[in-house]
């Protein structure tokens, strides 16, 4: 299919822009069936939608000579749901409709309100907009949408996400019953199917996701990792793909800004954007990422909306989705326009089940990898070193060829070729040896039983309210010990999980001092593991049963039932009140607390 059926003016600004063939979404649109009508679709984010719905409006705004009349109350009204977007669709439209004569206006949170009455006094064809922004000027009376033809909702179920349906609620029943409506949604949930039906209709439904996975352009990775390397496995994700723009996704405006200085700190060219941020400072970041002068972007969900970087093509999910939803709005920031990009979720040991099912709910087949380790990223860093010195130009002028004279005079090309490696090298930013980063353990291992190793003839006993019901691994549970006590692997003895607590013993010689850490580390430990408590045990685990498990009334081993009390991160929760201490101070839920942040 081409754009033969769209306005003439229209089709030399594709062509302008080198568009050869309208996408899927874009050829749904513009079929015969979907003339005059209202259209509910879902798309991918970066499938080209802002330019389908100014396809489709296009019947409702060109005269029969294919431009516009003079400008009074608007004809077309587009709702996006942050800044960013707005502004994203507000220049698509003007590059599309340039030669249409058609004016369009922009009213966006964080810009000037009275510029922004202005050019809707002095009329305008389309007006772009955020739902506050948008609701503002009409209760002011300085936006008039009682000529509006087609009204569209760019990223819908986001908006309703965000709180904006009474916003948007008022804004469409301001318009006439007899406009067209537009809904493009990557996602159809219930509340878009019920906004649909009462704004919409004879709809028509169009989806061009694919029903494979999320993003047919898009490789989804998921890596296992102690709580507390989630930040190091960052640092190796980055090195090992050291991709032109990556994107890192964290919960919290404080997990930004914590992550964004931690990756300043280590050498990356690294900036932030979270609700803290002004437009001002937002703007500079997007341009840093555009001109190659920063090439990480660290952000969370909001701030992120509307972004569009053509060099994206890696995407961080630092701290999980809440949702398969969130996954794929995140992940949709790269794959875009046919380009293939890569999603990796850093997935704490705890919560592996967890996303498990979030990936299966969203049809997205994820390849299960180990962080890379200093030996991968080395590897990947010695081809790239080759073939960014491969590359270097032929031609040479005068002054390069004495220079290069003089340098093979003085150094062999062996010194000469070993300095330009060390220069390349010393540009790169560290790696991280991770605290743990084997498989999951074998079923049917067992320690060793030839006796105590050297140093822990004599140990002392510590417990640990948390057990195989709350998902307890030596993995995490290692760190969380070092950290909290102040000591290294090397120091912590035998570690027996039960099905409430689980027990480690510390060298005698070293326990006083370990409990001294425990007692003055209490309460400030904010990661999400914090609130787990650690004290003295009255004395060793009672000794493991060897043979059989006894058999219960359904002849299968008793079990412990697996308690589903993991956190939003997937860090195991513990309810107050549970176990036989009674409840513990402090809050109990990782949401609480706080942080990816680990020390």
Partial sequence: ???????????????????????PVQAAVIQPEAEGRDLLVSAQTGSG???????????????????????????????????????????????????????IATCVGGMDASKERKAL???????????????????????????????????ADEMLDMGFREDLEQILDATPEARRTFMFSATIPKPIVALARRYQKDALRISTVGEDRGHGDIAYQAVTVAPADIENAVVNLLRFHEAPTAMLFCATRDNVRHLHASLIERGFDAVALSGEHSQNERNQALQALRDRRARICVATDVASRGI????????????????AEILQHRSGRTGRAGKKGTAVLIVPYPARRRVDAMLRGARINAE??????????????????????????????????????????????QDIAAALVRMHRSKMPA???????????????????????????????????????????????????????HVTKTEIGAIRIGPEETMFEIPRAIAHRFADALHRTDGEDRSPEGGIRIIPADGPPPPQRSGPRPLGSGGKPNRPVLVRALGPQGYPVKSPGAGPRGPRPGPANPQQRGKFRQG
């Fill in 431 to 485: 790696v991280e040896e991770l605290l743990d980063n084997s498989g999951p353990p074998q079923r049917g291992e067992r320690p060793s039983n030839d006796g105590p190793r050297p140093g822990f003839e004599e140990t002392v006993w510590f417990r640990m309210d948390v057990g195989r019901r709350l998902n307890a691994d030596p993995r995490w549970l290692l760190p969380l010990i070092c950290r909290r006590g």
């Fill in 49 to 103: 939608k802002t330019v389908a719905f100014g396809m489709a409006m296009a019947p409702q705004l060109l005269g029969e000579d294919g431009r516009t009349d003079r400008p009074a109350a608007p004809l077309a009204l587009v709702i996006a749901p942050t800044r960013e977007l707005a502004l994203q669709v507000s220049r698509e439209l003007i590059w599309l409709y340039a030669k249409t004569g058609a004016r």
């Fill in 1 to 23: 299919m081409s754009f033969e059926t769209l306005p003439p003016l229209l089709t030399e600004a594709l062509t302008a822009r080198g568009y050869a063939a309208p996408t």
């Fill in 368 to 413: 299960w990898l180990s962080v890379p380790g200093p030996d991968d990223i080395r590897r990947n860093d010695h081809e790239r070193l080759l073939s960014a010195l491969m590359e270097v130009p032929v031609e040479t002028d005068d002054e390069d060829r004495a220079l290069a004279d003089r340098l093979l005079l003085e150094r062999s090309p």
């Fill in 308 to 323: 569009d970087l053509p060099n994206l093509s890696l995407v961080i999910h630092v701290e999980l989705p809440r949702d």
């Fill in 121 to 155: 006094n002095q009329g305008a064809h389309i007006v772009v907009g955020t739902p506050g922004r948008l609701r503002d000027h009409l209760e002011r009376g300085a936006l008039n949408l009682g000529s509006i033809r087609v009204a569209i909702l760019d990223e």
